[in-house]
């Protein structure tokens, strides 16, 4: 009788112990999937014999989090604690495209974001992050972490063509004061295209960075960056990259500070090597706890060893406003940007840039956006390298978005933009209009 009693309780005891085991592990996991139909008008993005299509994209995926779900919201990535020893975030999704009328550009897509840590000791921290892109749009979005969205890179390709990018960042640091730190990222930046028109390329840095508060008041910052660029066909090139930063706080709402940087770009013959120097100022201002503001003013020159050399104003200013029901960013940035890596690897662009954009939830499912933008680029380097004519690009946008919590497990959302170019050189102007419904699944 006990020999049944043991047996009896096993048959209960050891699918109920493994069911909870099962759900503990599912508690970290989301899959999903999305269904989405875009209409685009300029597929392109052509001046002349412009393409228009419909494309269906169905993308599989799962999200993995070392935090639980949410026991309300059935949400990921809730705020890890400082008792947090590690942890993970993941998000994965493989998109396969199917184009109506062009179905030579069917392909498959890939996105990954990969967020990790781990405290080794009490002061010293690991962190790995990994950015993985696989598309064919024509403007590459900003992949850097600090960009903001509806920012691209100044590089375009004239025609879709599958691309990849994968960007490794190992960070350690040690932590010695409370905002005091040392820190060391390595980054490993692939970049592959499938045309023999554009070129691939992959860069490696290494980036120390030093930050130490005297006091309450007084703060410095001091960062390097050296980078090795390697390219399919042209010259590799070296950059080495300095900054340093003075603030004073006057008080835990509002600082000033003083900023430096200096770039060297050396380049293997024949290409022209040049430098940067770019001083500025600025403030920083919490106006609010859910409102913070940031005007940075300065000027920079670029002088390289043959050729004219540019200069102007170079400036940063951003507002954002993350409320209980509305979210808005408004940014202006002008100055310069080095664009390596790329579709076509312009080097030192010139640029200014105005980028808009407001969330709201308008009811408790439902959500709406709208965002404009506006970027005046001018292509000084490559202009240098050829002996060529400098490009100027005035690209605006504008367009609008809505989603829709038709249950926990389905969401519904709408996107329209429109996007023109006007410039300076022959058969680069272009308009588009792009409309795009998506239905995402997600357990």
Known sequence: MKWLAFVL??????????????????????????????????????????????????????RFSTTPRSPVTRELRQAPTA???????????????????????????????????????????????????????????????????????????????????????????YQFGRENFFSIKYTNNIYNIQSR???????????????????????????????????????????????GRYTYRFNPKTSIFANYT??????????????????????????????????QVGYYWANPEKGSKAGGPYYNALLTQRAERTTYTISFEGGYTEDFFSAENRGLTEYHRAIGRVTHQLFRKTNVGIFASYEWQKFVESAIATGGRKQINNIWGIGGNASYELFRWLMLSLEVNYTKNNTNISNADYSDYRGIFKVTVAY
């Open 83 to 173: 008792e947090d020893k590690y942890g993970m975030d993941l998000d994965f999704n493989a998109g396969f495209n199917f184009y109506a009328r062009n179905h030579e550009d069917n392909y498959t897509s890939l996105n990954g974001i990969l967020n990790a840590w781990y405290a080794l000791t009490q002061k010293l921290n690991a962190r790995v992050r990994d950015y993985l892109i696989r598309s064919d749009d024509i403007r590459e979005s900003d992949y850097s972490p600090t960009a903001i969205s509806g920012q691209y890179l100044p590089s375009r390709t004239v025609k879709r063509v599958p691309w990849i990018r994968n960007v490794f960042e190992p960070t350690l640091q």
């Open 262 to 295: 200096q770039s060297w770009i050396n380049y293997e013959k024949p290409r022209i090597d040049y430098s940067v120097y770019n001083p500025s100022i600025g403030v920083e201002h919490a106006f609010s706890s859910t409102l913070n503001g940031r005007l």
């Open 9 to 62: 309780f096993l048959t209960v005891m050891f699918p109920s112990a493994l069911h909870a085991e099962m759900e503990g592990i599912l508690s970290h996991f989301q899959p999903y999937i999305t269904l989405q139909e875009e209409y685009d008008s300029n597929i392109n993005l052509a001046e002349t014999n412009k393409k228009s299509d419909f494309i269906t994209r169905i993308s599989p995926g799962f």
């Open 197 to 243: 028109n554009y070129q691939d390329s992959v860069g490696n840095s290494v980036n120390p960075k030093l930050a130490y508060w005297f006091d309450i008041r007084n703060g410095l910052s001091l960062e390097y960056s050296l980078t090795f660029g390697n390219f399919e066909r042209s010259p590799d090139v070296l950059i080495n990259t300095a900054n």
